[in-house]
């Protein structure tokens, strides 16, 4: 067991890869606040939901008593071209850093949308086949969602419609190439293939568009077509527990070693890697089984969990989804553009948001220059290159082992390492010039956020 | 044995690794002519090389009886970052071809350099090290090999100037960043820094540059840099050598299932990837052990073993190294510019040349898009985006599994799959958009390269 030499890798066989989800809910007393429809103020029903997502996936969104849920075997089936991830013992950073931790880390990376993000592509678009749909749309910002939905989507021969903000379009032509190169359409956001993309065309005819803008895009396109629904990458419960493939790999990995973490660290932007990483180690601490320290990092630019506020907000900075109780830093909150390392999300999945505001996960927010450092750091030793918001969390991991070289404490430290830098390579740019600077919003900054939060009913007590 | 299901990937444990590299050399029969230096006429010796070369490569080239060299401990360990690489049985593109073949291939991909090239750097970074020195040079075109050898050099603590060539140094900006964030220095080539540099600058001022104007900077600096040496990717027998650990570890897992491939396949630049994969299989037929077949394949642009001749030449269209005897189309033989899909050496490794002239492998030329035709069906049902080099063995792999559709034979192929293309998405764009040109060179094309091929003594009764 404990005895036994750790391996520098280890990889599951495709046996003792996960046949069930992990719904962390089942363990939190009462979930989280429900989904609110911003017209009625009432909580969301299925059919609120069931125009614009996969019903299955609605499904998922509302359990809150199932910890187990089965993962379809078509989906297990697709999975296998890029799992199981590896659990890496990091021995090089730790023989670097001159550390007593023992520091580990599950890297998602492995595949060609670079990212965690494949995981939950592949089950929504399964979902979206099954009920035989003919096609989906999603929007992309940097592109590892776009690019993990299409592969998804061609795997499953399902058409895919991907609104790609109009400036990442320009910008980063590759990215655009992966998802054409996997059969999908992409559209630059806005575009005149909608009322919302024509709207704020006339309104703003130079405009290098939005994230929310996209999303109002990618929505519309879905009601308004037969057979297709809308599909999203991050922040909701079901991502969260589709994700949660990562936290039961690692977990069934180092079971076999006798290895429990005493610290979890993974990177926030919607949470859904974070969510998914913790979530069987999570449900246990619920139960009182585990005492693990979960650490949240989120960028001092956009400091969701560390400054926003727990009230009813947009998942979207365009309005049109229902409302989410979550920490947020408002719809309107635009992170600045000197910010590089991704990240950039207003709020923060409702999962997480509860179990933060519960006490039961800590957040910390870091600045870009030190996550770089870090990063530069860890390629070196280690090989990869991680992508800028993996690296938060190689951050957060290095700074808790430097705490134990300086306590002499043998802490156990796991971290997720949710993908690759291969196309993040200008803000690398940025700071092998040293023309990288750091950002953080002031309170003034903030308070611009905060006056984007919706003054409705469900908030009147919470404002 | 072969009744137990295979898995979609095998990885072999860390202690399976092979400890060993495997010179095919060894059973070759007199091994292969050897490299002649251009001033004498006569066979290279040690104290040629010495100056350009580090002594451990330099015994390993030179080595043609032992079959088995010791890798070292330290190399063992860096290979952990990155290996063992995954065998995979393609059971999604056998469904999609619904072939009744069995179709294998050998992931080198799963690291930040992109390709198998890092299984050489490893070593040559080692060896330079070992010995003392403070730093290497090297050329890159591409940039795969340049990433390479920086994650070698940046791990082993070794100062590494890349000699990039000019067009790629300003049209791939991304490649020389990530050599850069492992601290290696990229100088556009031609550059100011060497007197090879210089004289051609100031005869071609506009110019963009060559691999082998930049293989000439490399050199020069290399040999008029106290501590230093010249580090080179492909083509020579040492590089092979380290390569068979491809090939090493596809026989050790596919010997667990009880699998001898009846058919082995990859492509050809240089040969360093095709002659470490087939190795250990090649040094069993030269004994009677097996009867394979083995196929190179290469860019019909570009088709050395298929229309070369089998003579002395230099490595490098400057002129610069020793002559070796293999299959080139003439050392100033320029592939066309149209050819997107890499493999643009015009020679060939001496141990591929001369296993080929004895009949041990057969060679096949392709036309690029038909190369990019498989490569996005093989993305789309594998999940792997596959580089232009490699796709060219994902081509002929999948004509001889279509082969056994018409026969009804269950044959056993296993191709090498030796990168990603992540880094190609110019030439996907071009295939996307179908703008991709074929091009094959006329007999004229081929005549002007075979012009530029030495008429010294020793081409005399080979010309």
New interface residues.
């Given amino acids: 067991m404990a005895t036994k030499q750790i391996?520098?890798?280890t990889?599951l066989?495709?046996e003792e890869m996960p046949k069930y989800w992990y719904n962390v809910k089942a363990h939190m007393k009462g979930g989280h606040a429900p989904f609110i429809n911003p017209a009625t103020q009432k909580p969301c029903t299925k059919a609120d939901l069931q125009t614009v997502f996969c019903d299955e996936c609605i499904d998922q969104e509302l359990n809150d008593t199932d910890e187990l849920i089965e993962i379809p075997a078509d989906i297990r089936h697709f999975y296998?071209?890029?799992r199981p991830s590896p659990l890496v013992r990091a021995y090089?950073l730790e023989e670097m850093l001159g550390t007593p931790a023992e520091i580990y880390y599950k890297f998602e990376g492995?595949?060609?949308s670079?990212s965690h993000k494949l995981n939950s592509a592949a089950a929504q678009a399964y979902y979206a086949k099954k009920q035989g749909l003919k096609s989906i749309t999603t929007e992309t910002g940097a592109g590892q969602w776009g690019t993990a939905l299409a592969?998804a989507s061609?795997?499953y021969g399902l058409h895919l419609d991907v609104y790609m903000v109009k400036v990442s379009y320009e910008q980063k032509?590759?990215r655009k190439?992966?998802i054409?190169?996997?059969?999908a359409n992409v559209i630059p956001s806005p575009s005149d293939t909608t009322a919302a993309g024509r709207k704020i065309l006339k309104e703003f005819p130079g405009t290098g568009g939005s994230l929310g803008c996209a999303i109002s895009e990618a929505v519309e396109k879905a009601v308004s077509t037969e057979s297709c629904r809308y599909v999203l990458g991050s922040v909701l419960d079901h991502v969260l527990l589709h994700q949660s493939i990562i936290g039961l790999e690692c977990k069934t990995a180092l079971d076999r070693f006798g290895v429990t973490p005493d610290i979890i660290v993974g990177c926030m932007g919607g949470g859904s890697n974070f969510g998914g990483l913790i979530a069987p180690y999570m449900g246990e601490k619920l139960q009182g089984k585990n005492e693990i320290e979960f650490i949240g990092v989120e960028p001092a630019s956009c400091p969701s969990l560390t400054r926003g506020k727990f009230v009813y907000d947009y998942c979207d900075s365009a309005k049109t989804t229902p409302l989410a109780k979550m920490y947020t830093l408002g719809c309107g909150f635009m992170p600045s553009s000197n910010h590089a390392g991704g990240l950039r999300y207003h709020g923060m999945s409702p999962v997480i948001s509860q179990l933060y505001h519960d006490g039961y996960l800590n957040a910390v927010a870091v600045e870009q220059k030190k996550v770089f450092d870090a990063a530069?750091s860890f390629?070196?030793?280690?090989?990869?290159?991680p992508a800028p918001e993996s690296s938060h969390a190689i951050r957060v991991a290095i700074d808790k082992a430097l705490e134990c070289k300086r306590t002499g404490e043998k802490k156990k430290i796991l971290f997720g390492l949710t993908g690759?830098g291969?196309?993040d390579?200008?803000a690398?740019?940025q700071?092998?010039d040293g023309v990288m600077n750091d950002y953080i919003p002031t309170d003034a900054d903030l308070q611009k956020g905060f006056d984007t939060i919706p003054k409705c009913a469900v908030n009147e007590k919470l404002l």
């Fill in positions: 391996p520098y890798k990889y066989t495709e296998k071209t890029f090089f492995n595949n060609t670079g592969m061609a795997f032509p590759f190439e992966v054409r190169t996997y059969g530069v390629a070196k030793c280690e090989g990869i290159l690759t291969y196309f390579l200008a690398y740019k700071y092998n």
